[in-house]
């Protein structure tokens, strides 16, 4: 069974950084492509980054030079570092693979950016 649970979140000021990190289970975390995505309230999930296996990166232009996503595959984990955090960028953050065919997002974590 896959399970994708991410941590770090919390609440900053516009400017700040947090580290967000996704550990996961139930699947061969070396192998397989990983993403986070993001849900304001009120918004369609929207996504963030990817990481290929390999370590090639994508980023959605919002968070193009401010966010950095990274693998360590050793403890099969997902890493998303942000900074420069706007209140545009408060959202709830899911890490994401496909396994199979089916998607899955973990138990996601919240980022709130405001004075």
């Known amino acids: 069974q896959v399970h994708l649970v991410a941590s770090g979140g919390g609440s900053v000021q516009p400017g700040g950084s947090l580290r967000l990190s996704c550990t996961t289970s139930?699947?061969?975390?070396?192998?397989?492509?990983m993403d986070w995505y993001r849900q304001a309230a009120e918004n369609e999930r929207e996504w963030v980054a990817s990481?290929?296996?390999?370590?090639?990166?994508n980023y959605a232009e919002s968070v193009k030079g401010r966010f950095t996503i990274s693998r360590n595959n050793a403890r099969s984990t997902l890493l998303l570092d942000m900074s420069s955090l706007r209140p545009e960028d408060t959202a709830v953050y899911y890490c994401h693979t496909i396994r199979q065919g089916n998607h899955f997002y973990g138990r996601g974590t919240q980022v709130t950016v405001s004075p």
């Open positions: 139930g699947i061969n975390f070396k192998i397989h492509p």
């Open positions: 990481i290929s296996s390999s370590g090639g990166t």
